[in-house]
């Protein structure tokens, strides 16, 4: 189990992918999506970014770091991220091929190789990113490094003593409150709370800010993709209804045409 003794100043690492913009409905060209749209931060992401820069606010917090991995355009949602209130960030960079077939394992596995470096005392994601839904790395995160996680938060309180945080959970019935220990992994609902704006100044001042850029194919991370994408296609287009005249054609509709029946 990774740990480091807890003490009075204590690191936030926050998650951040460049995902293709939530204002941009996808398109598939030649079997594939279409990467030439806009890209933004990963709304989640913003969310868990939100999270962090609230702690320190609190006075908890005393230091927050963004991570993302992707190409030189993902350095525009850590620019983001620090605007927000991040302290510095690190961009893993790789190349388009390598991060069109980055799985969600190997992100795992890099975000464990930094915490050798980071040595995060809370790491707060996204709980899913928009592009892919897969909702996998926080969780993998958490097994990799052997410490807790708490998924889905809708509400948190760090102890006084600095060394648990409560997570609360909302649930088919309800809401789960979970403690645990810190270092922690935390994967962040829409709950949570509303991310703040990006002011042009903060924006001025994130770009001024240090980020330290690691190469991707330098972290000892097996790159080889084990799922292959065999079809990307658009849905099919929701067709027009229609009227009926009474129960007898509504019937003869669903068995014959619709064959629903």
């Known amino acids: 189990m990774l740990r480091r003794t807890l003490a009075s100043n204590m690191r936030a690492v926050v998650g951040v992918k460049h995902t293709v913009d939530y204002n941009i409905k996808v398109k598939v060209k030649d079997g594939k999506v279409a990467k030439d749209v806009k890209h933004s931060m990963n709304p989640f992401c913003e969310i868990a970014t939100e999270a962090a820069m609230k702690l320190k606010e609190a006075g908890v917090v005393t230091e927050i770091v963004a991570v993302t991995i992707g190409n030189a355009k993902a350095a525009e949602s850590l620019t983001k991220a620090m605007a927000m209130g991040a302290d510095r960030s690190v961009h893993v960079v790789g190349e388009q091929a390598e ?57 948190l309180k760090v102890a006084d003593d600095k060394s648990s945080i409560e997570v609360t959970r909302e649930v088919d019935d309800g809401s789960q409150t979970l403690s645990m220990k810190l270092p922690a992994v935390v994967s962040c609902d829409l709950r949570l709370n509303t991310p703040r704006f990006a002011t042009l100044p903060n924006i001025m001042k994130a770009k001024k800010k240090p980020i330290d850029k690691k190469k991707l194919s330098e972290m000892g991370i097996d790159l080889t993709p084990r799922v292959e994408v065999v079809e990307c296609a658009q849905p099919v287009e929701r067709q027009g209804g229609g009227k009926v005249a009474d129960v007898d054609e509504l019937i003869n509709k669903l068995k014959n045409e619709a064959k629903v029946l």
């Open 99 to 155: 991060i069109d077939g980055l799985e969600t394992l190997q992100v795992a596995k890099v975000f464990a190789k930094l915490h050798e470096e980071l040595q995060g005392d809370i790491y707060f994601m996204g709980k899913q990113a928009i592009d892919d839904d897969q909702c996998h790395v926080p969780q993998m995160v958490s097994a990799l490094l052997n410490i807790p996680q708490g998924t889905f938060a809708a509400g």
